[in-house]
């Protein structure tokens, strides 16, 4: 077999080559950032989404702490969501030689490439797609006991990755209840047994977390959004682009069989299409959101004969090719040349934050404060030094609420930076007096304040009672254990 693939076993080697050297040269991004700080803070959750990535990071830093090194777990999900991929072909008789077919056009497509960052989607796919293939093998094999439990340790610690496992779960509800019957009865009821547990620790981090995941994915985030053609628009555009305008044109002239395998795809994939459908009314759908379906909609190819999935491998392939070639030119561009970008300080932040920590070590020994979680997170990292967020009335990134007491700041100097110029009148409200100081760095402009005698009873005033309604306005429906937030700030305004 392997000698009859041998030329794509070469062109997924040349693929993984670059993909390792993009992976080595990719500049630290700001949510990878984000994610090293939950692993560095070891917590049952965290406040946008369940925990699971940043215990990953923190299991894999006692190996390395090494941004790159994390990343490493990117590149093993791709080779797992290929190995399910071809289990499950498998497994609904599928013939070997194609099954393998179509796992390696999986690995030469543009989407395995652009599976290179640590993040939440990258740990929801890893979990799904085996909690799937063990539910499968509970359902056709006779160690069902056996392969349930793993399906539900799987499948909830995708549950822990992200909600977006919910659909998943559904899907194989149906699937397994419609084609199986009363036979999945009880592999149904083990799984469920064991997911529950893991939605049980979830809801017990939420309930004396402020609701954080809650408030955060079902109200925060989804508040000021309209209804807009043009995120539906870019949902079809995504659509086509992991399945490829070929793909397409091929699944269009593959003769389906009714067989379990296709009814497998076509509830999951029904029901997981349809959701994003709805969610692009009103909210931008981003490419990551498809990964936990990305096995699902490559095993659509197992239905393709054998000359389509020949030339589906090749034209694949020349389209990973053509993003390696964009990728490899954008990483060489010196930084130099961007210097009259609007967003070079930005590209410098990231390109060469050494150079910043320079400057940001020269100003203070101390804690720093910055103002959105991205700069916080990535100077954080590359500097080794505490950088938190102040004044921020952004819905993303809000873990440094939990980190962050702002009592303790009362009365003391505290020194700020920000990529673009200061507002001075923020610093007016809540500073007896304040200096602020432009830094040129490399070409670049940074700017950096030192705030004296920070009043703490203003910045609430300005500035947390905003985020308190915004950010933990806990439905009246919901119990409460502990808050944080609301236990730090506004205790005594409530018992008053």
């Known amino acids: 077999m392997r000698e009859y693939y041998n030329k794509e076993l070469k062109t997924l080697y040349a693929i993984f080559f ?15 950032a984000y994610f090293i700080k939950w692993g560095q803070n070891l917590s049952m959750g965290y406040y946008d989404h369940p925990p699971m990535v940043g215990w990953i990071i923190y299991l894999m830093s006692f190996v390395n ?50 599976l290179a960052l640590m993040t939440n989607d990258i740990t929801l796919l890893f979990f799904s797609s085996l909690g799937t293939l063990f539910l499968l093998y509970s359902l056709e094999r006779k160690e069902w006991f056996r392969y349930a439990l793993l399906a539900g340790i799987f ?24 084609v ?10 083990v799984v469920t047994f064991v997911i529950l547990l893991f939605i049980a620790e979830n809801l017990y ?26 995120t539906v628009i870019g949902y079809f555009a995504l659509i086509l682009y992991v399945l490829s305008p070929w793909g397409l044109y091929f699944l269009f002239k593959a003769k389906f069989e009714n067989t379990k395998l296709l009814k497998l795809l076509v509830i999951i994939l029904t029901l997981g299409f349809f959701v994003f459908f709805v969610v692009s009314l009103k909210n931008e759908i981003g490419l990551h959101w498809f990964l936990i379906f990305v096995p699902y909609i490559f095993l659509l190819f197992t239905f393709l004969d054998d000359k389509h999935l020949n030339k589906l491998f090749k034209y694949n392939a020349v389209f990973t090719f053509i993003h390696v070639a964009v990728f490899t030119t954008v990483l060489l561009i010196p930084t130099s040349m961007l210097e009259n970008h609007k967003k070079y300080s930005d590209i410098l932040m990231y390109t060469q934050p050494e150079e910043i920590c320079i400057e940001i070590d020269k100003l203070s020994d101390g804690q720093i ?22 004044f921020s009335g952004s819905k993303y990134g809000r873990f440094d609420d939990k980190l962050l007491d702002v009592r303790t700041l009362s009365n003391k100097d505290i020194t700020l930076f920000k990529k673009k110029p ?37 910045y609430k005033a300005n500035y947390l009672d905003f985020q308190n309604e915004r950010f933990y306005n806990i439905p009246d429906w919901l119990p409460i254990g502990e808050c944080y937030f609301k236990d730090r700030y506004f205790k005594n305004d409530e018992s008053m």
């Open 18 to 32: 670059f993909k390792i050297l993009i992976l080595s040269f990719l500049p630290l991004t700001g949510d990878e």
């Open 65 to 114: 702490d090494s941004y790159v090194f994390f990343r490493l777990f990117a590149v093993v999900t791709t080779f797992i969501a290929a190995f399910v991929i071809y289990k499950i072909a498998l497994l609904y008789r599928v013939n070997n030689a194609k099954a393998l077919l179509v796992a390696l056009i999986f690995l030469a497509s543009p989407i395995d490439l652009l």
């Open 155 to 178: 499948l909830g610690s995708s549950f822990l990755s992200k909600y977006f496992a919910v659909f998943l779960m559904l899907s194989l509800l149906v699937f397994s209840l419609y």
């Open 180 to 189: 199986y019957k009363s036979k999945a009865i009880k592999n149904v009821l």
């Open 205 to 230: 981090f939420n309930y004396n977390s402020c609701w954080n995941n809650i408030i955060f994915n079902f109200f925060a985030r989804t508040q000021e959004n309209s209804y807009n053609i043009g």
């Open 369 to 390: 404060f910055t103002y959105s979680y991205s700069t916080a997170s990535v100077l954080s990292y590359s500097c080794e030094k505490d950088v938190t967020v102040l």
């Open 422 to 458: 200061i507002d001075e009148n923020q610093l007016k409200q809540v500073c007896k007096s304040y200096t602020i100081e432009k830094k040129e760095i490399k070409n670049a402009n940074f700017y950096m304040a030192t705030c004296r005698e920070f009043n703490y009873e203003e």
